[in-house]
């Protein structure tokens, strides 16, 4: 008997609790080798794969319809970064960390879909009479459909007759990491496990044709736990983010098939559950009387553009003090690093001797760098502690040369602009002409700081 390991597929003659390939823990399992003579496939004459006409599917209108019509979410920003709905036999990893609101999404959409269609919803990780305690919480007790099947199996085979049984219209696994299959004898959320799981519930939802959302842990990396082996199985990865004892909680596509991974949606966390938020620019902006230190930048996430607010603060250092301090949240350490080098380099505001403290209000994660622009002129402000335009927005990309670049969807910021009454937009690009907003085009951070 000989030892292979799931994740890299090293061989052992004996099991090892590391595997000294790739490092991974607890990735042994016992094998056969089984040869093609063996499996009796030497000489067998096998059918030729099911081949079809493009055109003659197209001519199956009702197959065509079938293909293209989408499965609501009941919510329209899950549907936004869906692509407009689910698609029949779709497969969606849903990941997150612990406590950021993935089930309580999953579940106040479950209640809305279970209204005209049939949903099999699986808890693995708790009993029904948890399930239905939170069904409670967020008030989805008193429109409860008898559409809405609950099942607490965690056993892959089981839930698998379930739902050939059944055949709903939607279901949803909760999460991967507690599903366990016979054909392995790896502890469940193993990497073993994980991939057995994933790969059964693809195919009867392929085979079936019902879209499936998986609930799926992340690790330590922050990557999808398994790691990495649902994401190439599945055919939309949504990630859901958010500070955890913020309100607000941003949903994005990592993958998506059948839509793009540009969209973003936007939820509060209330005590009834997850709340859309239509009008996120108003919600993440405080308000037009600016403070020193403060400037507003755009976001733009696919037809969304989202407004923020750059805060930073620039702190003069005692003689005496430790290192230099540079906190960045909403945005990367490594950046604020390379940009206050700029802002030293190229405008002649040394920071050399003080502390920068840079936040992204709203608990955003501005990874665009469409927002350096704005940064570095909220450095400037605090600096000098002057307050900046509050009808302004700084967007631009910021090189190490001092040179400002530009990003796809001017236009688009200049009609939200003119929308929410913003007056100026300051970015390096030529945007065309409007009564409502006026665009400053600017190619150097000299020129603007």
């Known amino acids: 008997m000989k030892y292979k390991c799931v994740n ?41 794969a099911d081949v079809q006409s493009l055109k003659s599917i197209y001519a199956n209108k009702e197959k065509v319809e079938l293909s293209q019509k989408r499965l609501s979410s009941g919510f329209d920003e899950f549907d936004r970064v869906l692509g407009g709905g689910y698609v029949p036999g779709e497969v969606v990893i849903l990941s997150g960390e612990p406590g950021i609101g993935k089930s309580t999404l999953l579940l106040q959409s479950v209640v809305k879909i279970a209204k005209s269609n049939t949903v099999l919803y699986v808890t693995a990780e708790e009993s029904v009479s948890q399930f239905m305690s939170r069904v409670e919480r967020i008030g989805g007790s008193k429109s409860i459909s008898a559409n809405l099947l609950v099942s607490s199996e965690v056993n892959l085979e089981s839930i698998v007759a379930a739902i050939e049984s059944e055949k709903p219209d939607f279901v949803v696994v909760d999460s991967i990491q507690a599903i366990v299959s016979e054909r392995s004898t790896s502890y469940p959320g193993s990497i073993a496990q994980v991939r057995l799981c994933g790969v059964g519930l693809t195919e009867v939802a392929k085979r079936l044709s019902i879209p499936l959302v ?79 230190g403060s400037c507003l930048s755009a976001l733009v996430n696919g037809s969304r553009v989202v407004f923020v607010e750059i805060q930073a603060l620039v702190v003069e250092r005692g003689a005496t003090a430790g290192p230099l301090r540079r906190v960045a949240t909403g945005i990367s350490r490594q950046r604020l690093e390379m940009l206050c080098a700029v802002l030293t380099r190229h405008t002649g505001v040394f920071l050399g001797d003080k502390d920068v403290f840079v936040n992204v209000a709203g608990g955003i994660k501005a990874e665009s760098p469409s ?7 909220a450095i400037k402000s605090s600096a000098i502690n002057s307050k900046s335009d509050p009808y302004s927005l700084y967007v631009g990309e910021v090189g190490l040369t001092g040179r400002i670049s530009g990003f796809l969807g001017l236009d688009a910021v200049m009609k939200e602009a003119g929308r929410l009454g913003y007056k100026k937009i300051v970015t390096p690009q030529s945007g065309k002409a409007s009564s409502k907003v006026k665009v400053t085009a600017v190619k150097s951070i000299s020129k603007v700081v």
Not at 13 to 24: D, I, Q, T, V
Not at 34 to 42: E, F, R, S
Not at 371 to 377: F, K
């Open 214 to 292: 998986i609930v799926g842990q992340i690790n330590k990396e922050g990557g999808v736990a398994g790691p990495k082996i649902l994401e190439h199985t599945v055919d939309c990865v949504l990630y859901m983010e958010g500070q955890g004892d913020g309100y607000y909680r941003m949903l994005k596509g990592l993958k998506n098939r059948y839509g793009s991974t540009f969209e973003v949606g936007v939820f509060e966390m209330e005590s009834g559950g997850l709340m859309e938020v239509m009008d996120p620019s108003s919600v993440f902006i405080e308000g037009t009387d600016l403070s020193p």
């Open 371 to 377: 927002v350096d622009l704005a940064v570095c002129a």
């Open 8 to 48: 890299c597929d090293n061989i052992s003659l004996k099991w090892e609790g590391r595997c000294s390939a790739c490092g991974e823990w607890g990735s042994y399992e016992e094998f056969e080798e089984v040869t093609a003579k063996k499996a009796g496939l030497t000489g067998v004459s096998r059918g030729a």
